[in-house]
């Protein structure tokens, strides 16, 4: 089974989601960057849906970190805002897309399972 890890701030949405992939993948929840960072340095990920905004570190942070322990996991980002500099910063640590929040969840759904199936 392929695993998730949904990283974000907000309960409701990590709930959401967790509702929307448990099904189908084994999910994986963090409401920061630390929690993010440990999940993925102690389990095989396959993708990450990653908020942008979090308390205690940005979005591009938690990737840079993420990446060092896993360079292979596809990772979403999920955002109400989209600063130009930052994007750049995001597409050069090679992420499958950008979500802009408010977003259409079965959306979400069709491009994390065109990704991973």
């Known amino acids: 089974m392929k695993k998730i890890l949904i990283v974000d701030d907000e309960l409701g949405l990590r709930s959401l989601l967790n509702s929307l992939f448990s099904e189908e993948y084994e999910v994986y929840l963090a409401e920061d960057g630390e929690q993010a960072i440990d999940t993925v340095k102690n389990n095989k990920l396959d993708l990450a849906l990653l908020d ?59 491009k994390v399972d065109n990704v991973l199936m």
Request: without cysteine; proline residues 3%.
């Open 52 to 110: 942008m905004r979090l308390k205690n570190m940005d979005g591009d942070e938690i990737l840079q970190n993420i990446r060092t322990y896993d360079k292979d996991i596809k990772v979403f980002i999920l955002t109400a805002f989209t600063d130009p500099k930052k994007v750049h910063i995001l597409n050069e640590l090679k992420i499958e897309g950008i979500l802009q929040k408010p977003f259409d969840i079965f959306e979400l759904k069709q």
